[in-house]
């Protein structure tokens, strides 16, 4: 599935099965709350915090698609194209970046 095509199967599933976006603010908190579900299973997955019983059984993929979801559903709403948006956005990092990680002693020197 293409960006563009996932832009419009969210659209459609909206318009059909959820009746309606929700306003782009409500959105807006919606994102920030799944993206926290991402960070608190990532922090004690793969990180230093310990992992709940409660938390070992959520998936991570299926929170990074509720992310994903959410993006899309505001992309949709203001009118972005998100697969010209990522374009444009690798371009900008390819001029800005082409050779500063490459000279970063940081990512070069082992752990």
């Known amino acids: ?18 009746v309606r976006y929700f306003n782009e603010l409500t959105n807006t908190a919606i994102l920030m709350e799944e993206v926290g579900e991402v960070a608190r ?40 194209n998100l697969t010209e948006a990522l374009l444009k956005n690798l371009e900008k990092k390819t001029k800005r970046d082409l050779h500063r990680h490459q000279n970063n002693e940081k990512l070069n020197s082992p752990n």
């Open 1 to 18: 599935m293409t960006i563009e095509e996932a832009q419009k199967i969210v659209d459609e599933w909206i318009t059909t099965i959820g």
């Open 41 to 80: 299973i990532m922090a004690r997955r793969y990180g230093e915090q310990s992992e709940k019983e409660s938390d070992k059984n959520k998936d991570l993929d299926d929170e990074m698609a509720d992310v994903l979801f959410v993006l899309i559903c505001l992309a949709n709403q203001t009118g972005i």
